[in-house]
């Protein structure tokens, strides 16, 4: 099994770093990191995540890194990080 992310995915985490940075720059790299290898750790158990209902046939789930929740889906053998954000953000 492999993982690739998404334009939006990728684009939340530079959005994501940009709000961190003005904020707290030494917590930035170590949050940010966490993102970018969440989905190897994925990798490992993919289904570990909580299945989002709504969106079947797609198999889409959730799972929580720190304070942040990435939704991703799995299809065959690739596991596709969908979007992430932050628990508290208004969405």
């Known amino acids: 099994m492999r993982f690739q992310w998404s334009v939006p995915a990728r684009n ?10 003005d904020k707290n720059e030494a ?9 970018i290898n969440a989905p190897a750790t994925l ?3 993919p289904r570990r995540g909580e299945k989002i ?15 942040y929740e990435m939704h991703y889906e799995l299809q065959n053998d690739v ?12 969405r």
């Open 12 to 21: 939340d985490v530079v959005r994501l770093h940009q709000f961190l940075a």
């Open 27 to 35: 917590a930035t790299a170590n949050v940010v990191r966490s993102l």
């Open 43 to 45: 990798l490992l158990n």
């Open 53 to 67: 209902e709504g969106f079947e046939p797609r198999e889409v789930r959730r799972a929580i890194i720190g304070s």
């Open 79 to 90: 596991l596709i990080v969908l979007r992430i954000w932050h628990q508290r953000e208004d």
